[in-house]
């Protein structure tokens, strides 16, 4: 029996070797010889797809797996392998052995499934129940929990991201670039002699478009024109990186009163504001979880933190616009309630004030913990209780792709106690794990799901919310697509119930991970097909299209500092009156903080060169064509769902964009 056997090398940097591969073929009736595959340092190039022939005394029956082995020749030389095809003779189709694994090390050895995605029950073979045990045994030992923090999700057992095996780290492309692009824009504000300038305050606003340079974007130059307007700042609070804060207000919440007669210039005419909130035009933001947040000291200088309460009217004619805003949650004789009627410069810095709150709360709350972690904990769960022949690994993975790279470098990086933001932002250093703890607390499963939070929310009629509309769609397509793969391998409620692995998997998550959630509401087993399609749905929601709301929009409203300040160096104003064009400078970061600001979200929200678009599936795990049909079908509703959203976005001056799949990484990688 002669079998001809096709090895594909990986594409990226590095991914060929120089050292001897050998292959083995394991099926029903026997083993192949242990074959050496030809020429060694000239097969196995970076994109190579080389074939061979592999001889057998015997026919094999069903091929069970293909065993792979890397020696050294001459140096030791890691090899990344795409995937394996073996033809069998007198069989019209070859069988594809997915690998997308690094083989590290002289004498490594890895055993291949055939790419049909099966549940342990489907498997009757001594030699594939073995295989499945063998393959979580070892990545239970590779893949630990650890508590990082008490009162937050576990993560991942790892001191640095050099700790990770090379499986899931940055492929060489990523890390070089990631390093790079940070080091490029300190880089460009070094040269202009600005982000040495430490506690140096700016003179004018106008100066912090001295570090508007080769850094900016279309957006944010409309930022830079347009941020003192009350329509713009209503605007950010539906579509901008934080647009999940927002909620209906059917009755004043009693720290914060403020009377008909403060507000009436800002209603129309005809109306009132008891009227406007029975009819449910009146919306409220409430930054209370900053409330007593301990401030970070920064070089020696305390810097500052509200909890501001901003109301806001949904004009029949001007849209969303705050009237009244209070920077304390205890109304005092000092807490003065600030109006659009106030002194210009009072009305802007209290403007100013809620969009830092705005800034604390998208950076740690709903980009770091409500996207990264969360997925962290479910990419965790997966490596260690979903074998790679199951069918949910195989949706799951190419969504968690790069995940714990980022994470590992975001916490020793950029929240750590010498962190970037401890260096930079007012809730850096201790303040960030306690604002962490409190969302934790109040963190609900039920909330992760778009439909859920806007109708919890009061907000599924608000005008002008694009963030909603998109997501809402975005929902429904991943709805159909994660149902349709389901449905593909369970057929009834009992088979999800039944699923030992899936149930351990589910196990892990709620009564590993989300330990120290109290109240996040996720049941420790799955009963029905139903259950898991709204798991998995989150899942993929939160890493593709959560994510990019969050993330990709930090540059666009970060980069013209005044907008969203990173820190505030003076105390919030007490006297209406007293607000200065010097106050406000005083207040606002000083020009090194800005430099670190504008430079940070640049590197973390700009578009990544190697992006893999949401739906793209360049790993080739699923090999079935029932399997590849749901996944072109979901291709296809992203199309056009693209073409839907570019439409709607025609013709309008503020475009919202952040939602265009073609535009949405398929995993959290940055």
């Known amino acids: 029996m002669e079998y001809k056997v096709t090895v594909a090398t990986g594409t990226s940097e590095y991914s060929g070797t120089n050292n001897y591969i050998f292959v083995t073929l394991v099926g029903e009736k026997g083993e192949s010889e242990r074959t050496m595959l030809d020429n060694p340092g000239l097969d196995f190039c970076r994109g190579a797809v080389d074939d061979y022939i592999v001889r057998c005394a015997a026919d094999l029956g ?32 070859s069988h594809t052995f997915p690998c997308y694994r690094w083989l590290v090390g002289d004498g490594v050895m890895v055993e291949l ?68 692009s940070l080091h490029i824009a300190l880089l460009e504000l070094s040269l202009k002699k600005l982000a040495i300038k430490f506690g140096k305050s700016w003179d004018d606003l106008d100066d912090f478009k001295r570090i508007f340079w080769k ?31 927002i909620k209906r207000c059917r009755a004043l919440p009693s720290n914060f009163p403020v009377s008909g007669d403060m507000v009436q210039s800002s209603l129309i005419p005809t109306t009132t504001l008891k009227e406007e909130l029975k009819k449910g035009n009146i919306f409220l933001v409430d930054h209370a979880i900053v409330d007593g947040i301990p401030a970070n000291v920064i070089r020696d200088q305390k810097q500052h933190i509200a909890a501001p309460l901003c109301l806001l009217y949904e004009h029949p004619e001007k849209g969303l616009i705050p009237i009244a805003i209070q920077l304390e949650q205890k109304p005092d004789k000092d807490t003065p309630i600030f109006l659009p009627s106030d002194p210009p410069l009072a009305w802007l810095l209290a403007k100013i004030w809620v969009r830092h709150a705005e800034f604390q709360v998208f950076q740690v709350l709903s980009h770091l913990l409500r ?19 199951h069918p949910i690994y195989k949706l799951l993975t190419p969504h968690l792709r790069f995940t714990l790279e980022i994470n590992i470098r975001g916490r020793t990086q950029l929240i750590s106690p010498d962190g970037i933001f401890k260096r930079v932002v007012s809730t850096g250093g201790e303040g960030l794990l306690i604002l962490a703890q409190r969302e934790y607390e109040v963190l609900t499963y039920r909330s992760l799901q778009p439909k859920l939070d806007f109708l919890d929310r009061g907000v599924t009629k608000l005008r002008g919310y694009f963030y909603r509309n998109h997501a809402m769609m975005l929902w429904d397509v991943i709805q159909n697509f994660v149902s349709g793969i389901v449905s593909l391998y369970y057929k009834s409620d009992r088979e999800v119930e039944k699923d030992a692995e899936l149930q351990a998997w589910i196990k892990d998550v709620a009564m590993e991970g989300f330990v120290d959630v109290p109240h996040f509401g996720l049941a420790s087993e799955l009963k029905s097909k139903d259950e898991l399609i709204t798991l998995l749905n989150v899942v993929i929601f939160t890493s593709t299209a959560q994510h990019a709301a969050t993330n990709n929009g930090q540059f666009d409203w970060c980069a013209w500092v005044p907008n969203t300040p990173c820190t505030m160096r003076q105390p919030p104003p007490r006297d209406k009156d007293a607000v200065t064009m010097g106050l406000i400078m005083d207040t606002l970061p000083d020009i090194s903080q800005s430099c670190v600001q504008m430079a940070i979200t640049w590197h973390l929200g700009r578009a990544q060169p190697d992006a893999i678009p949401m739906g793209q599936y360049v790993e080739q795990y699923f090999t079935e064509p029932a399997a590849l049909k749901v996944i072109d079908t979901f291709r296809k509703e992203l199309q056009v769902l693209e073409e839907h959203i570019m439409a709607q976005n025609e013709g309008l001056e503020l475009q919202y964009l952040y939602l265009c799949p073609s535009r949405i990484e398929n995993s959290i990688t940055i």
């Open 62 to 93: 069903r091929l069970i797996l293909v065993r792979l082995e890397k020696k050294k020749y001459w140096v030791e030389d890691n090899w990344f392998c795409n995937y394996v095809k073996v033809s069998v003779p007198g069989e019209i189709s």
């Open 113 to 180: 499934r055939e790419g049909t995605a099966k549940k342990l029950s489907e498997d009757s073979l001594p030699q594939e129940i073995a295989h499945r045990k063998a393959e979580l045994q070892e990545r239970q030992k590779t893949y630990r929990w650890l508590t990082w923090a008490p009162g937050i999700p576990k993560c991942i057992d790892c001191k640095t991201e050099a700790d990770l095996p090379q499986d899931v780290r940055f492929d060489n492309e990523k890390r070089s670039d990631f390093v790079r």
């Open 215 to 245: 850094l900016r974007s279309p957006l944010a130059e409309y930022t830079m024109e347009h941020w003192r307007e009350d329509g713009f700042f209503g605007y950010q609070l539906l579509n901008g990186s934080n647009p999940r804060m």
């Open 371 to 389: 996207t990264h972690l969360v997925v962290e904990v479910i990419c965790v769960a997966t490596l260690r209780h979903l074998p790679a022949v």
